[in-house]
T-cell receptor, first 112, second 114 residues
């Protein structure tokens, strides 16, 4: 069966450290993968997109990697801040014109 | 643009009542999506439209759920009759179909069915 799994429901890290979130998928052939941020009481907000032929993408303190052999994407936040505390969702588009499929998310707490 | 607008933000109703959720997508977007989010199941796609036409409603849990998109700027999700297990946050999102499926979400409607 098809699955998208985000490594943990919750992750606590110290301010200033690098947060690493994992997204694994099974039985998908994604054309690209996206990461979203969701704050309490709000809808998800798009952060980054990475294509299947890209290894890494960066945006300010964010970095995403995509390994189609391991069927995994890693999402890094460097120099994390309490304001980075939120739930982060990965989502993928399978090959073809299909809609996004979302993981359940990882709730990140950055402790000052 | 004001973004995707959903109404109401909160809805409390009694079992058996009809519930209608509303969504106004971003102007110029031609795809619209309805999701349901719960702690247990995460974000689930219920139905999506391209150019106002329903493309895939396989995520709609039961016949009690229906969705319409009468024009490019308005969509509704209706639950009739509502049940306590329908309690969740319902999100509407829109995207430009040729824009790598980047989705823009509304703030959601928190539905409580008592």
């Amino acid at each position: 069966s098809q699955k998208i799994e985000q490594n943990s429901e919750a992750l606590n890290i110290q301010e200033g450290k690098t947060a690493t979130l994992t997204c694994n998928y099974t039985n998908y052939s994604p054309a690209y993968l996206q990461w979203y941020r969701q704050d309490p009481g709000r809808g998800p907000v798009f952060l980054l997109l990475i294509r299947e032929n890209e290894k890494e993408k960066r945006k300010e303190r964010l970095k995403v990697t995509f390994d189609t052999t391991l069927k995994q994407s890693l999402f890094h936040i460097t120099a994390s801040q309490p304001a980075d505390s939120a739930t982060y969702l990965c989502a993928l588009v399978n090959s073809g014109n299909t809609p996004l499929v979302f993981g359940k998310g990882t709730r990140l707490s950055v402790i000052a | 643009d004001a973004g995707v607008i959903q109404s109401p933000r909160h809805e409390v109703t009694e079992m058996g009542q009809e519930v209608t959720l509303r969504c106004k997508p971003i102007s110029g977007h031609n795809s619209l999506f309805w999701y349901r989010q719960t702690m247990m199941r995460g974000l689930e796609l219920l139905i999506y439209f391209n150019n106002n036409v329903p493309i895939d409603d396989s995520g709609m849990p039961e016949d009690r759920f229906s969705a319409k998109m009468p024009n490019a700027s308005f969509s509704t999700l209706k639950i009739q009759p509502s049940e306590p297990r329908d309690s969740a946050v319902y999100f509407c999102a829109s995207s430009f179909a040729r824009g790598k499926n980047i989705q823009y979400f509304g703030a959601g409607t928190r539905l409580s069915v008592l």
